[in-house]
């Protein structure tokens, strides 16, 4: 099927009523024509411009959002646990609930209670080429490869807008590198030391698989998790070419990660992990 915003909105309605006692306000919804997400939520906090630079406003409620991609072919019940998953996110944004990570415990937890109450489906993510995705003549991993490839950066907002909106889905190549400063999008390493500190490497694009090898080497990591990030925060630290750390409060951290898009490597590709 391919879902129009009637159905994505009566959607929204009828699981709103069964699964959240009807506590969500309405929101906006949008179609996208995106082969890199089947749905997304993002948030957008209003920014005021002082001296030539963006500011946003940490207190002003932010422009909320849900994203469906009609670029697939789902069934009802795939496509109605796509819009469950972003109204979960959204919930959990709405409550002040949102977990330090896209899929952290809150997530999941309100995810299983919702599955097993209403024998739904939802997942965390929809693996590039399952058969829950049914994408219409491509390969398996013809979803990220194709955005990778073409440097495309997807429905990326105003260069320095702070949301989710875009992907990137650079391999390090240069195409993709320009994009991506250009939308004013940073790949940023999350790394936990087992010195119970934890660091941020902001990366230069072209070196997204260098320091993937070099950071555990300069410096005692226990994990680490890498981000797209379109937040101006993390203007402030130097694209490096080479492996450093640097220090970031948990709070910091957590307050500026809401927007970013969680990333991962696949083989040679680096891309977007999260597709719903
Ligand atoms: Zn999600």
Redesign the pocket.
Known sequence: MTPDLEYIQKAFDRYNALCFRGELPGIRLELSRARTYL???EEKRPQVRFLGRRFSLPAAEPQRLIRISTAFDLTPEQQDDVII??M??YYLAWKGLADRV??GPH?RQLMEAINSRFGRHIV??YKMGAPAVGQQGASADGQTGTASSQGHTGQTGAAGSQGTAGHLGAAGSRAGGAAASRAGRRIICVSHLRSGETGVTVCATTRVFYLRRALPRAYNIKSSEWYSTADPFFARYPRSNTPKIYRISPEDLSRHLQGAVRMAFKGRIFGPE?T?
């Open positions: 749905g997304r939520y998953h972003e979960i996110h896209p899929h997530f965390v993510r999260e719903a």
